[in-house]
Nanobody, 125 residues
Framework: QVQLVESGGDLVQPGGSLRLSCEVS??????????IGWFRQAPGKEREGVVC????????YYIDSVKGRFTMSRDDAKDILYLTMNTLELEDTADYYC????????????????WGQGTHVTVSS
């Protein structure tokens, strides 16, 4: 079993920054679920993959508009993943989720087996 808990969502003005956290708790034979992705779902839209980080520590970003603004990182000692979001835009408003997979990193939600409850980000002036 893998449990993921997101935090850090908030109301922020355009151009502002936030850092989201995803704390991972593992029990049983879950060491294979090392690939962690961040997803987001805006109101009325489908959930989309934002970025995923694999065991190598290399992050792959799937949305062109976040490249250069968002950075995913991981603290292996604490099993916490971070999503640092800079220069936030109105279009970044969404519920943000982290998820775990034992498959190689990908953008599709269906490839991920364990999900957190989400944290809400609102970008508004």
């Amino acid at each position: 079993q893998v449990q993921l808990v997101e935090s850090g969502g908030d109301l922020v003005q355009p151009g502002g920054s936030l850092r989201l956290s995803c704390e991972v708790s593992r029990s049983g034979l879950t060491s294979d679920y090392r690939n962690i992705g961040w997803f987001r779902q805006a109101p009325g839209k489908e959930r989309e993959g934002v970025v995923c980080i694999g065991e190598s520590g290399e992050a792959t970003y799937y949305i062109d508009s976040v490249k250069g603004r968002f950075t995913m990182s991981r603290d292996d000692a604490k099993d916490i993943l971070y999503l640092t979001m800079n220069t936030l835009e109105l279009e970044d408003t969404a519920d943000y989720y982290c998820a775990a997979s034992k498959k190689p990193c990908g953008w599709a939600p269906i490839w991920f087996d364990y999900w957190g409850q989400g944290t809400h980000v609102t970008v508004s002036s």
